[in-house]
């Protein structure tokens, strides 16, 4: 089970890798490495049809990215490669994100 989140304009047949972001509920999430979730405040920006408008995902982005510094941070935690692959995971998350905003599209959310 994981958190699964669909660029609406890019959903469907034609699916590239930039169009898709899975996060799975496991220690590999990223959004709990951040201390944050998709359950409560994820959730708290989905309109009614359970979408992040772009305007809301402009604000995600913006929390997300403020946030950073809590990866840099678990260093002396976590061995190299789990460092490596959370800021890769978050270089994803972003560019994700950026993508929606850019293309003005809402992003689906299956959470």
């Not at 590239?16 to 944050?36: A, C, E, I, V």
């Not at 994803?92 to 959310?109: D, P, T």
Request: glycine share 6%.
């Amino acid at each position: 089970m994981g958190a699964d989140l669909y660029i609406k304009l890019c959903y469907g047949g034609d699916q590239k890798k930039d169009s898709y972001y899975r996060d799975s509920y496991n220690n590999t999430n990223l959004l709990w490495q951040l201390g944050l979730d998709y359950w409560v405040w994820f959730a708290g920006f989905l309109n009614k049809k359970r979408e992040l408008t772009p305007a809301k995902t402009k604000k995600v982005l913006e929390i997300i990215r403020a946030r950073h510094c809590v990866l840099d941070g678990k260093k002396e935690l976590y061995k190299k490669e789990w460092c490596d692959y959370f800021n890769e995971k978050y270089d994803e998350l972003v560019g994700f994100l950026e993508k929606a905003i850019e293309l003005k599209s809402n992003i689906e959310a299956s959470i």
